[in-house]
């Protein structure tokens, strides 16, 4: 599949859960992250082409207030390759406030951390 990322994502080094703001349902965790989008992991499949309402708890490091909404599509959904439990959900933002979007490129930048190898496997640092 060709690459169609337009922006660097970074593998994220912090734990941080994403709800839907209707349900209150923990949707996943954030994997991976970039000024555009975001992989979460998640424990069920999720549709794709689908715009969910996120919740996101903020830290005070890049925020003064305890949570942010926003909207993302949900752009591919597979089987996480070694835990088959586990799918990983790619999401493009889509709608999120000015003061927010600000907020999202801290934690990218505070919390977003390069890979030393792109072909490298975070979850097996021996497999190339």
């Given at each position: 599949m060709a690459e169609r990322r337009h922006k660097d994502r970074k593998d994220f080094s912090y734990y941080m859960?994403?709800?839907?703001?209707d349900t209150g349902?923990?949707?996943g965790h954030l994997v991976d992250i970039?000024?555009?989008?975001f992989k979460l992991d998640s424990q069920k499949v999720l549709p794709v082409d689908k715009v969910f309402r996120f919740h996101m708890d903020l830290t005070s490091e890049v925020a003064?207030?305890?949570?942010?909404?926003?909207?993302?599509?949900?752009?591919?959904?597979?089987?996480?390759p070694f835990d088959p439990f586990v799918y990983n959900v790619g999401f493009e933002l889509v709608e999120i406030a000015p003061s927010d979007l600000d907020i999202f490129k801290?934690?990218?930048?505070?919390?977003?951390?390069?890979?030393v190898d792109k072909r490298r496997n975070v979850r097996n640092p021996n497999r190339w």
């Open positions: 859960r994403l709800t839907d703001v349902q923990l949707v970039s000024t555009e989008g003064n207030k305890p949570f942010m909404v926003f909207k993302a599509r949900s752009k591919w959904c597979q089987t996480d801290r934690i990218v930048e505070q919390y977003g951390t390069n890979s």
